[in-house]
C-alpha cells in the first residue's frame, strides 16, 4: 500500500528555470504560463484582507477557463461583462446564483443572453440603461454604479462609467417608477490604485446614499460593490494587501450588517500568477546596442504595455557572462514593437528565452495576432487539487479552452 504522503498531489513550480525549459520544449514558445496554485494563493491573501467581502473574480484580465475552474473550486465568484463571458461560465457549469453581470452599457442581446444564463444582477449607471430593464423587471435586479474620479489609479474607470453621486438618487427614483429592485450601489475606483483612500471616500458616500433611498423606500439596497483596483508588483512594489486593505475594512465595518458587500478583482488575482515566456528570434548591433528580436511582443502578450499602462519585469533564462546594453524588439514589422531598451543582458542567442514576470493581466487577453504572428500559447499547470501537477495548453484564439 502506498504511503499518505505519497498520494499527496504534487504540486510543481512552473516558474522554476527547469519547468520553463521543460514546457517550452512540449508546447513551443511564445507561451503564458498560468500556475492556478498561485491563483489559489492570491484569492486566499485579499480573502484574509477582506473577509466579510465575496470576491467576484473579473473575466476580462484573464479569460481562461482554468483560471474560472479556480477561482470556482475555492468558493469565489464570478464578476461577468460580456456575452463571451457569460458563455465561457455556461460551458464550465457554474452556478449563475455565483455570476452578476457588471458592465454598465449593454446590449438587448447582452441582457437576455445573461438572464437566459440565470444571471439576476446587473449594473446600470444611466437613465436609458435603467430603462432597458422595465419589461424585465420581474427577472433582473439592478446595482446602480456611481462615479468617484480617481487621479492617483492607472486606470480610471470613473471616466467612462458611472452616475454623478448627485445623480444617484434620482436614478433609484426612476427605476422605481418603473417597479425595478435597486439591490445596492456599485462603483469602481480604478485599476491599480495607489492607495486606499478613495475605496474609503466611496464607501462612505455610498453608505449616505444607501441609507437616504432606503428612507425613500427605493429598493432592496441591501448590496455595496467595491469594485476592483487593488494593486501588484510591477517593476515597482505595491502596498501589502493587507495593509492596503485596513482602511477599507475599517470603512466596511460601519456598514450596517445588512449589507452584503461584493468586490471585483482581476488583476490582484491573475497578475502574479503567470508568465510570459518568448525566445529569441534573431539579434543584430545597432548603435552600441545589442537587439533581440523575440517571438513575442506589444502586439501579443506585451500590449498591456499599451493598453494597461504595466512595465513588465523582464530578464533571461540564462545568467553569466559579461553583460552588455541591450533592447528587447517584438516580432512584428513595426517600429513601435519595442518591449524594453536600455537593458544590461548576458550576450544572447537565437533559441534562449526571455521571461516576463506578472503577465497574467490584460496582455494575452489583449493580445492580437498583428502580422499573423500567433498569440501566445496559455499553459495552465496545478489546476485541479486533485490532479495538481497536471498540464494543460490552449491553442491560438481557444479563448475558453482547457
Known amino acids: 500500500m502506498s504511503s499518505s504522503r505519497s498520494r499527496r498531489p504534487r504540486f510543481i513550480d512552473p516558474f522554476h528555470p527547469a519547468e520553463i525549459q521543460r514546457l517550452v520544449r512540449e508546447f513551443g514558445s511564445p507561451l503564458l504560463i498560468v500556475d492556478c496554485e498561485r491563483v489559489r494563493a492570491q484569492l486566499r491573501k485579499l480573502r484574509r484582507a477582506l473577509p466579510r467581502v465575496d470576491l467576484h473574480y473579473a473575466l476580462k484580465p484573464l479569460p481562461h477557463a482554468a483560471v474560472v475552474r479556480t477561482i470556482i473550486e475555492e468558493g469565489g465568484f464570478l464578476d461577468l461583462a460580456t456575452t463571451g463571458e457569460v458563455q465561457l461560465a455556461q460551458r464550465l457549469a457554474v452556478d449563475p446564483a455565483r455570476c452578476i453581470h457588471t458592465h454598465p452599457i449593454k446590449r438587448e442581446e447582452d441582457i437576455r443572453n445573461a438572464l ?3 444571471v439576476r444582477t446587473f449594473v446600470a449607471d444611466n437613465p436609458d440603461e435603467v430603462r432597458k430593464f422595465e419589461r424585465l423587471r420581474r427577472e433582473a435586479q439592478l446595482l446602480l454604479r456611481v462615479s468617484f474620479r480617481s487621479s492617483g489609479a492607472v486606470c480610471d474607470l470613473s471616466r ?24 445596492g450601489l456599485s462603483f469602481h475606483v480604478g485599476s491599480q490604485a495607489a492607495d486606499s483612500g478613495k475605496h474609503v471616500e466611496a464607501i462612505e458616500a455610498c453608505a449616505r446614499l444607501m441609507a437616504a433611498a432606503r428612507r425613500e423606500r427605493l429598493g432592496t439596497l441591501d448590496t455595496l460593490d467595491i469594485g476592483g483596483g487593488f494593486p501588484i508588483d510591477y517593476m515597482q512594489p505595491a502596498a501589502d494587501i493587507a495593509r492596503f486593505c485596513a482602511p477599507i475594512r475599517a470603512a466596511l465595518a460601519r456598514l450596517p450588517r445588512r449589507v452584503r458587500v461584493i468586490a471585483e478583482p482581476g ?10 515566456v518568448a525566445s529569441v528570434m534573431g539579434r543584430a548591433q545597432r548603435e552600441g546596442h545589442w537587439w533581440y528580436y523575440l517571438d513575442d511582443g506589444l502586439y501579443g502578450s506585451y500590449s498591456g504595455q499599451l493598453y494597461d499602462h504595466a512595465r513588465y519585469p523582464v530578464e533571461p533564462l540564462r545568467n553569466g557572462g559579461e553583460r552588455l546594453p541591450a533592447v528587447l524588439a517584438g516580432p512584428t514589422c513595426d517600429s513601435i514593437d519595442v518591449i524594453a531598451e536600455n537593458l544590461m543582458l548576458p550576450k544572447l542567442e537565437p533559441g534562449d528565452l ?36 497536471s498540464v494543460q495548453s490552449v491553442p491560438l484564439g481557444a479563448a475558453g479552452g482547457a
Open 160 to 183: 467612462k462609467f458611472g452616475c454623478d453621486p448627485e445623480d444617484a438618487l434620482e436614478l433609484a427614483r426612476l427605476a422605481a417608477e418603473l417597479a425595478i429592485d435597486v439591490r
Open 354 to 389: 526571455i521571461i516576463g514576470r506578472a503577465m497574467g493581466a490584460y496582455t494575452w487577453a489583449s493580445a492580437s495576432e498583428f502580422n499573423f504572428f500567433p498569440r501566445a500559447t496559455v499553459v495552465s499547470v496545478n489546476a485541479r487539487p486533485d490532479d495538481a501537477g
Open 267 to 276: 488583476r490582484y488575482i491573475v497578475g502574479p500568477s503567470a508568465i510570459g
Open 116 to 118: 437566459h444564463f440565470g
